[in-house]
T-cell receptor
């Protein structure tokens, strides 16, 4: 059974720092991995999807990587800004299936 | 482009009252549709998903039900709300095994 873990649960950094958020999964079989951002009281916003055949995806200051052998995905945020403050969630989905398995998220605060 | 709508945005209902939350998707056809609940300080809980009209899969036994009367419409219902039904309800759509997109959510408070 796939389980997704995100550590740390909360993170506070000064503005301008580069940071890494971690997502671990127990089943290293073929999965796509999606990263989301959630602002307080809002829905989830899709950031990046890494397909199981890919190793990384980039969008602006965000870079997500996938290492199936170690069961890890990381979200790298370059030059963090106060506007990056939010909860970041990752979710794994097996290609050809319907269910997404979510981590519990990392609450990020970027201090001005 | 695709858009997903949810309403109402907020709802306060007494215990024992009925519930109907609606979700509609625009700009895509035959999407997979999902209802999630997010309780305060907790992760996302998948409640129902649907891969087609009239096809509903339930993930958690409870007093909630879902229906999909049209291709891009997904409804979450209850005949009698419980205090434990309070939470943030999120609708999402996706194509099988690929990206999932979420609506703005409905904040439900049962009093």
């Amino acid at each position: 059974k796939q389980e997704v873990t995100q550590i740390p649960a909360a993170l506070s950094v000064p503005e301008g720092e580069n940071l890494v958020l971690n997502c671990s999964f127990t089943d290293s079989a073929i999965y796509n991995l999606q990263w989301f951002r959630q602002d307080p009281g809002k829905g989830l916003t899709s950031l990046l999807l890494i397909q199981s055949s890919q190793r990384e995806q980039t969008s602006g200051r965000l870079n997500a990587s996938l290492d199936k052998s170690s069961g890890r995905s990381t979200l790298y945020i370059a030059a963090s800004q106060p506007g990056d403050s939010a909860t970041y969630l990752c979710a794994a989905v097996r290609p050809g299936t319907y269910k997404y398995i979510f981590g519990t998220g990392t609450r990020l605060k970027v201090l001005a | 482009s695709q858009t997903i709508h949810q309403w109402p945005a907020t709802l306060v209902q007494p215990v024992g009252s009925p519930l109907s939350l609606e979700c509609t998707v625009e700009g895509t056809s035959n999407p997979n549709l999902y209802w999630y609940r997010q309780a305060a300080g907790r992760g996302l809980q998948l409640l129902f998903y649907s891969v087609g009209i009239g096809q509903i899969s339930s993930e958690v036994p409870q007093n909630l039900s879902a229906s999909r009367p049209q291709d891009r419409q997904f409804i979450l219902s209850s005949k009698k709300l419980l205090l434990s039904d309070s939470g943030f309800y999120l609708c999402a759509w996706g194509q099988t095994g690929f990206e999932q997109y979420f609506g703005p959510g409905t904040r439900l408070t049962v009093t």
